[in-house]
């Protein structure tokens, strides 16, 4: 399952690919921060954020887009911006006809780690652990986009089912949490690779 993980933001979005295999496996495929100037007018700005989107949908054809839903911060500037480029990305998403899928923070981070409250730190951490990558994706927004993507595909019925029956059948998993599961599936596959990928922000 391949699914574009988007942290919506109008000054950064984060932009993250995955592929996900039946048992939880993640594979970083690709991963962006599409930026626009805070000194072009929204309309400009809107429109970069959405040329870059679809220019990552054009090149990697992902089977399902997660975001991150919006919620109530102090900062109206910040809603209004991520409330923008969340409604830019499900029309690009709805045109191709794929499906979209809203997430909050709690639960993106609970499926990441396990904890519905833990902080950026701890998820950039996991992420990387998952991905078997050397260094933990920055800036944040990148972070996020690629455990957005790994929390929709985790939670998907047949990934979860498939993960099920291999952690039945694994000494030792019974009774984790799925993301510890996947964090010693991750640790079991970086042992029998040949090295982890390496993410060059």
Same mark, same amino acid.
């Given at each position: ?19 996900? &295999? +039946? ?13 626009? +100037? ?15 989107? &679809? ?6 054809? +992902? ?15 910040? *809603? ?11 029309? =690009? ?16 981070? #609970?499926? *990441?780690?396990?904890?519905?409250? #833990? ?10 652990? =998952? ?5 933990? %994706? ?32 694994? %000494? ?5 949490? %799925? ?23």
């Amino acid at each position: 399952m391949r699914v574009l993980g988007i942290d919506p933001g109008l000054t950064r979005c984060g932009v993250g690919v995955v592929d996900i &295999e +039946p048992n939880r496996t993640a594979r970083l495929v690709d991963v962006v921060v599409l930026r626009s +100037p805070a000194d072009l007018d929204t309309p400009r700005r809107l429109e970069r954020i959405a040329t870059g989107l &679809e220019a990552i949908l054009e090149e990697h054809r +992902p089977q399902a887009v997660a975001l991150e839903r919006v919620f109530a911060r102090s900062d109206v500037s910040t *809603i209004m911006g991520t409330a923008q480029i969340s409604g830019v990305a499900m029309l =690009i998403a709805a045109r191709r006809a794929l499906p979209v899928a809203l997430h909050t923070p709690s639960e993106v981070k #609970a499926a *990441i780690t396990g904890y519905g409250r #833990a902080d950026k730190k701890q998820v950039g951490a996991m992420v990387a652990r =998952i991905l078997g990558l050397d260094e933990v %994706p920055k800036p944040a927004d990148a972070a996020d986009a690629l455990a957005l993507a790994i929390c929709h595909a985790w939670r998907g019925g047949g990934v979860q089912a498939a993960q099920e029956r291999e952690s039945a059948a694994a %000494p030792g998993d019974a009774g984790l949490t %799925p993301a510890q599961r996947a964090w010693r599936a991750a640790e079991r596959a970086a042992r029998a690779s040949a090295g982890p990928r390496t993410l060059d922000t």
